[in-house]
């Protein structure tokens, strides 16, 4: 049985794990080196980093080690599981397998047909956000052991959060992230019709959405398209997901 590790170490081991999120977030280097990294702060026997595609809804996996139908629950099913809503809170610091209501464990089919076959006892599942609030992907690590409590990873994993949120968030462009960040780009209007065109929605049914005539929603996308010096609602709706920008449901 390997020898636990000092409160120290795992610190020591947590300094690791953020240069490596931060050599990734500039495209130096993958993701792998981040997961390897975080082994030396919990030892674990899979683990993986998505990447949130709001276009596509689904999670995209950048780095991991889970068998192919773990990975595809994580990727296509898992933010339909009933746990995610629970997870997705930002408030929250990670949802631990532990702490899960028994209830809702017996509810989920991410624990009843993926985690439990793979002998799953322990483990976390954090939820990342970026610095303007938007959920850009998850953490998840899983154990067969059971961790033992108190445990100093708990913390160490909340406050990697922010390194690794901007590790798996996407690259913007220079001119994009300038834009996105500039008061005076667009409208709040402008940025809510953005959104709907990640949809694929004609002008009238974002009229419709909007309470609003689809003759503004043209002006609107005419609007957009000047500001950001696109040349298609295509475009823009590629740029609205480089953002981290959704429509509600």
Known sequence: MAARRSTADILDAAVHVREAARSASTGASGLDPVLTALSEVMEYDHASLTRWDPLHRRHTTLAGSYPDDATAYIENRLHRDPVFPVLRSPERGGLWLRDVPGQLLAASPGF????????????????????????????????????????PARAVVTLLTESLAAAVAPQVEPQAAAAAGRPGGLSPRELQVLAELTTGRTNREIAERLYVTPRTVGTHIEHILAKLDLPNRAAAAARAVAWGIEASD
């Open 112 to 151: 009843q047909d993926v985690l439990s076959p793979l002998g799953i006892e322990d483990g976390v599942a954090q939820c990342l956000f970026a610095a303007d609030g938007r959920y850009v992907g998850m953490l998840n690590v899983s154990t067969r052991r059971p961790r033992r409590a108190p445990d």
